[in-house]
């Protein structure tokens, strides 16, 4: 997937992306290097990161891949050595079903490495940049921090008059590091801005731990004319496949917003608050399976199967089905077209999977 990034901002020559070599990861990696070209890139995850597919020799010598474990101060280290990191796309992390199952990995992976990681930068801009502007950190962070009666699939929330009551470990813990965030923001540490994600979509590669796997893997794995579950419907005919509203982005409109996040002025937020919830669309199940069926074929029908799983289920009953963009949108943020939007990312994939072939 190759497309351009927003410009950054003029004092950023350094970048460090965490979490490099996950999907979103590997397409920011890419989008900067290929409209960057002066920028140095730092690629982390807990292996060496690949370097995307598709750049040019000189586009590959701009990354740096290294190994790091971000719970720990002297790994953090390496990254920074030598450098004057200016720029930082926090997305490492334990997906939702993953940090529900192992409790104590969750925790350890998706807050407190995100605190070593917020102080370590915080050190680092002491040491190496005194007099220049705080680091720019971004943290993605997830709309599984929503929760509590206001918050289901049927429901459009209003982000301003919603509180925060998250009803899985993933949620509890995107929800304590913005406010790690916010703090250190708020304390002049570092300039950081924290991103409520909605569902990515269609994610190529292999089904992740989310629970929101699904509705990617409803479109990806029958186009690959491989078996795909539907976890949230025990059949066709089963009401959730209308009334189960989940509110989604598709890959491009994602990572531009990501990126483009690390440009709004900081003059641009209030005074109490560094988040937005990037702007999404809804769509249900049904409107899934009929994009399968508009860029695939009728036949990619028998491909999906049935089965209602009680974990998935516990965590989409506490989904909204939809979000007030507003704010988002007043900051310059994209959206994809609400009545043709996922069928779109359906199609994108599509080509690109026909492509790689």
């Known amino acids: ?15 460090l992306v965490t979490g490099a070599g996950g999907f979103l990861g590997q397409l920011i990696l890419a989008s900067l290097v290929q409209s960057h070209p002066t920028v140095q890139l730092i690629a982390t995850d807990i292996h060496p990161p690949r ?16 190994a790091a474990d971000l719970g720990d101060e002297s790994s953090i280290a390496t990254l920074f050595e030598g450098k004057k990191v200016d720029l ?25 490495s995100h605190v070593s ?22 943290y993605a962070s997830s709309q599984a921090v929503y929760g509590g009666p206001k918050c289901l699939p049927e429901a459009v929330v209003d982000p301003d008059t919603t509180p925060l009551f998250p009803e899985s470990s993933y949620g509890v813990s995107k929800a304590i590091v913005e406010l790690y965030v916010y703090d250190y923001s708020r304390r002049g540490f570092v300039d950081g801005r924290i991103l409520r994600l909605p569902t990515v979509c269609v994610r190529s590669g292999l089904p992740s731990s989310a629970a929101s796997s699904f509705i990617s893997g409803l479109v990806r794995e029958p186009l690959n004319g491989q078996v795909s579950v539907c976890p949230v419907a025990d059949s066709p005919e089963d009401p959730n496949m209308d009334s189960l509203g989940v509110h989604v982005t598709s890959v491009k409109t994602v990572v531009k917003n990501i990126i483009y996040s690390s440009t709004v002025p900081a003059s641009k937020f209030p005074a109490h608050s560094r988040t937005i919830n990037l702007p999404g669309i809804t769509t249900t199940p049904r409107k899934i399976i009929e994009a399968l069926v508009k860029v695939g074929g009728e036949d990619k029908k028998k491909f999906v199967e049935y089965k209602r799983d009680a974990q998935v289920l516990a965590i989409t009953a506490h989904w909204p089905g939809g979000f007030d963009p507003s704010y988002a949108l007043s900051l310059g943020f994209g959206q994809d077209d609400p009545e043709t939007g996922f069928l779109t990312a359906s199609q994108t994939f599509k080509e690109e999977l026909e492509a790689s072939k």
């Open 51 to 66: 370097i995307p597919a598709g750049l040019s020799s000189e586009e590959e010598k701009l990354i740096t891949s290294l």
């Open 88 to 112: 930082v796309f926090a997305l490492h992390g334990i997906m939702s079903g993953g940090s529900e199952s192992d409790f104590e990995l969750g925790y350890r992976v998706n807050v407190d």
């Open 117 to 138: 990681l917020l102080k370590y930068t915080t050190k680092h801009s002491k040491l190496e940049r005194a007099g220049s502007p705080a680091v720019v950190y971004v």
């Open 1 to 15: 997937m190759s497309f351009s990034s927003p410009e950054l901002p003029s004092h950023v020559k350094t970048v």
